[in-house]
């Protein structure tokens, strides 16, 4: 199809269409003239695809081209889990906070994963100099929940199948997590309601 | 104390401060002189306040100014979790998607709740249109989990001062997100770990 029929299918404006070939999220079409490319449902895919990460997750260009790039590229699972994580990044830095929290949450095991815990670190520092107290049983009950999402979360990855376990898992760290959120907030109101309002 | 010594202890540049009361996001020392504000421990706080919400929790200065308004203005504490999270806003939109999983979760008092319900139903929508399958017994699984961390969260809000029962939920809600993103990411290479490199 044509560049204009790839818009109307998708949705997404032609020049926007160009500005993710020109950024190389998007791969080019056949060229079927010399001032005409041709696409195909893989692009319309694509584009979905990249729509999603950019639109809903709110990834920037620049990462949602590397995690095209980690999709597209074949590689042993764990070593895609680190490169999106960037778990194999300074995991020699003491990061205090996140230690203790992965101790008594029994994640002794991902003591050199460093994206994941510096994140964990950072997001931290920040509510301790925001001045906002969690007590650490209250930080440790949180820590097993969201355990709780990652397992499931894990357990549904396809395991025969390395493209596709390396889509699902960074499409799904990047798109479930708004879920997340979003059913936290509606689990907010849902109890604010209970607690303030009707109490039994 | 002086601009350059409430510089000096925030850690935050003069420009940078002269930007947030600029913007009012923070609110003007008083005049020394004709020239010269004079900042107290006051501002010191508020300053670690906009920092942590604009660099950790990554809202906008608008978002920011709105919810240290919030802060700042005495109201019962649901008309405040409203305002926070939108839950005011186009109760009457249909939403199947968010309305399925909250009745499934046992959220069915939230039918009024816009803005969380509105973002449910956003982030289910980008999780289809990007051809990312989540079951409807996974999504459940994943409402129960978030619906506990919520539950202990509410649980948490000071019920006796109108005041600091803002400062908790604004603050909470914007700086324990990354927390709990982080944490399930950790958990991911845990989980990841145990079932793709140590099998039991």
């Known amino acids: 199809m044509r560049i204009s029929e790839l818009s109307r299918r998708s949705g997404v404006p032609v020049a926007t269409i160009k500005y993710y070939l020109r950024e190389g999220v998007l791969s080019p079409g056949e060229l079927s003239s010399r001032t005409q490319a041709s696409y195909d449902e893989s692009h319309l895919k694509r584009l979905a695809l990249v729509r999603a990460l950019v639109d809903s997750a709110g990834l ?20 895609l889990l680190a490169s999106v994580t960037g778990a194999d990044e300074d995991g020699d830095v003491e ?39 969690v007590s ?13 999402v990652a397992e499931r979360e894990v357990a549904g990855i396809p395991a025969d199948d390395a ?36 109490p039994r």
């Open 95 to 133: 990061r205090p906070r996140a230690r203790a929290v992965a101790d008594a949450a029994g994640w002794g095991d991902v003591e050199t994963c460093g994206g994941p815990m510096g994140r964990l670190e950072e997001s931290l520092v920040a509510l301790e100099s925001a001045g906002f107290d």
């Open 60 to 79: 920037s260009i620049a990462r949602t081209k590397e995690v095209l790039a980690a999709i597209d590229r074949p590689q042993p699972l764990l070593d």
């Open 136 to 148: 650490e049983e209250q930080l440790l009950a949180l820590a097993e929940l969201m355990d709780g």
């Open 163 to 198: 493209a596709a376990a390396a889509e699902y898992v960074l499409v799904g760290t990047a798109l479930v997590a708004p879920v997340l959120l979003a059913l936290r907030e509606v689990g907010h109101v849902h109890h604010s309601v209970r607690r303030f309002v009707a």
